[in-house]
């Protein structure tokens, strides 16, 4: 059976539901926006808790969900405005560790379901390991249910005591509206393409992408080791990251005194223009979920070399080139043979898209929430 009618057609009044976010990443923050949608399609009521930043990016208003402004922070007044936004929630549905923690405060000494996504994993270092394992085990237990969109995330949450944990692999949301329709005129695509290659300075040499936060965890550090390798090369590959964060200045350091063809443009916008105009999208990272990047290249036909760690391999499939993380020799060895085989780029952008074509809808990610709601609250 298809969820498609609300409560009001069983002579109930609406399932009434706050999803809860934190700072949010691109990804949790597009399936917020696109389950909320779906939600409010099928006649359920939708508070969303985000701070107001996220809303004037995702437009959370625009598809019929109620956006309640609430910082990202733990601190009581924050926790104060989302107890007062579940005052009359049926189920609270919550998105990343520490949103799920405000949510579990929020909802301290009711018996509203909790359901927490864990769409990524956190990351420390040092004394902050134990703050973590503490946090993530305050979340699992707090949740009547627990959803990872990758397997491992899954077991993670389980061992560290949810009730119940299930993988709930969240859809592909489009990044923009403007990504470059597949019917589109075949000219005015290629047209695209060389024009974004001339403006990144690769109009004669091949273009390698990586998008993400410039942060450790990213492995941005290997990409650059790798990246001498290809200084033989000619013509040397030119490599752009696009992001922003804290990483930043260390990197811009060692691209100018190792003289590397390496350029860092930024956190960027039109992803969907720049992607599809490289030879190879590289994904470096020391763990990943359901990655946007990894989504958006095979589903743009753009070969992609990723790290063989976390939800990747469940994701890609054979759709990709997978090395081990942190071996620059493996990942530089990787991207020459593909630029050297054009065959075997041609065979990873059919079995990339073959791969994509495997992957959730949107409808078929919301009626798997929806079932989930359901279950807790008795709806139907």
Known sequence: MSHVSSHSAHGQSPLRTVQVLGGGSAGSSAHVRSLAAGLVARGVRVTVCAPSEAERAYGFGDIGAHHLAVPRSSDPASVAALRVACADADLVHAHGLHAALRASLALSGRSVPLVVTWHTRGYAEGARVHLLRILERRVARAASVVLGTSSDLVDRARARGARDARLAAVSFPPRSTARIDADADADDAERTRLKVRAELGAADRPLLMAVGSLRRHRGYEVLLDAAHAWLDLDPAPLLVIAGEGPERAALQRRIESEGLPVRLVG???????????????????????????????????????????????ELVGEGAELVPYGDAPALARAVERLLSDPGRRAELKDRGSAQAASWPTEDATIAQVLSVYDELTGAF
């Open 267 to 313: 956190r960027r916008d039109d992803i969907t223009e720049l992607l599809p105009a490289a030879d190879l999208a590289l994904l470096p990272s020391s763990w990943e979920s359901r990655s946007l990047l990894a989504q958006e290249a095979l589903h743009a036909r753009v070969p992609l070399v990723a790290t063989d760690v976390g939800g990747i391999p």
